[in-house]
């Protein structure tokens, strides 16, 4: 079992940042890539950003990248995305996960351990 803790969410005017955390335990945390993604009310899960079990790797959707920084720190067991220039569209509940199959990094099925979440609300 892999229990999965985000926390760092807020309110932030548009703009502004956030750091976002994601505690891990119960696994091996550095043998598995992992995922953050977001929810917005009445929308799907939608991909946020992926790193691969050592870090090197990183996958980023189209909407964030070049603001969102995903890295991990496998000595604390801790996932983190670092968002810069926040717009009301990021406005979302994010969670971070742990993939386990092979459906491609960007869909859900591919990951099966999920934290509770964290709000994260822009303003504008």
């Known amino acids: 079992q892999v229990q999965l803790v985000e926390s760092g969410g807020g309110l932030v005017q548009a703009g502004g940042s956030l750091r976002l955390s994601c505690a891990a335990s119960?696994?091996?945390?550095?043998?598995?890539?992992m995922g953050w993604f977001r929810q917005a009310p009445g929308k799907e899960r939608e991909f946020v950003a992926a790193i691969s079990g050592s870090g090197r790797l990183t996958y980023y959707a189209d909407s964030v990248k070049g603001r969102f920084t995903i890295s991990r720190d496998n000595a604390k067991n801790t996932l983190y995305l670092q968002m810069n220039s926040l717009k009301p569209e990021d406005t979302a509940v994010y969670y971070c996960?742990?993939?386990?199959?092979?459906?491609?990094?960007?869909?859900?099925?591919?990951?099966?351990?999920w934290g509770q979440g964290t709000q994260v609300t822009v303003s504008s």
């Open positions: 996960a742990v993939r386990t199959k092979d459906y491609g990094l960007a869909s859900p099925v591919s990951y099966d351990y």
């Open positions: 119960g696994r091996t945390f550095s043998s598995y890539d």
